[in-house]
Nanobody, 116 residues
């Protein structure tokens, strides 16, 4: 059974940091392209960051560049999103995604609220 379980969300003030983790099981993690997506209220889900299966290539979208860092531990089957300099516009539900060949897996999401 495939599982992706996100954690680390919460309420943070503007300028603060959060570290999101995604623990996975049920598939071959080292084969997976791992991504973080987010969905803000009333908006479509959008990709935030991606990391290749061996971790040597990362990609960021929009203003996540320079503020967010994606990393993975293939020994622990986890992927992490370090988010710094958070803004109110970062408020969203953040989802972990794994793509293994033609299969796409999603976590249940973790809420991030950036507010003073």
């Amino acid at each position: 059974q495939v599982q992706l379980v996100e954690s680390g969300g919460g309420l943070v003030q503007p300028g603060g940091s959060l570290r999101l983790s995604c623990a996975t099981s049920g598939f071959t993690f080292r084969w997976a392209l791992m991504r973080w997506y987010r969905q803000a209220p009333g908006k479509e889900r959008e990709m935030v960051a991606a990391i290749s299966n061996a971790g040597e290539i990362t990609d960021y979208v929009g203003d996540a560049k320079g503020r967010f860092t994606i990393s993975r531990d293939n020994a622990k089957n986890t992927v992490v999103l370090q988010m710094d300099s958070l803004k109110p516009d970062d408020t969203a539900v953040y989802y972990c995604n794994a793509r293994v060949f033609n299969d796409n897996y999603w976590g249940q999401g973790t809420h991030v609220t950036v507010s003073s």
